[in-house]
């Protein structure tokens, strides 16, 4: 265990930049290595499952099949530790989705994280995810 907060900062950033990359490469177990074993989320207000990290992996699959692109990205990281192996963490992101076509259609969601990340064996990973989707255009 370590006490240095600027490592586990860094190394629950670098988890959140990994799930965006998952996402944007369509790489599932990428996505799901992110979470803990039995990581949980709730995607209710974009449509999606409140489930496990598994049951989005699975409806991202089947929602992302119909865009060609899908890029995601986030920020405005911010993380309060909940002693030495837990952290709320709160961040935003955005996701331009493209529908192929003679003209593309484009879509943009955007709205923030609030999580809990935990440190496992493996590193620190995303416990439970809370997306709340602002807008879709």
Known sequence: MSDDRSADRLAISEILSRYSWAICDRDWDAYLACFTDDGQVDYSTAGGPVGSAGDAAAWLGQIGAGFDVMISHG?????????????????????????????????????????????????WRIANRYEAMLYLR
């Open 75 to 123: 920020g405005n990281v911010v993380i309060d530790f909940d002693g030495p192996d837990a952290a709320q963490v709160r961040s935003i992101y955005r996701m331009t989705m493209r529908i192929p076509g003679e003209t593309p259609t484009y879509l943009e969601a955007c709205g923030y994280y609030r999580d809990t990340h935990a440190r496992t064996a493996a590193g």
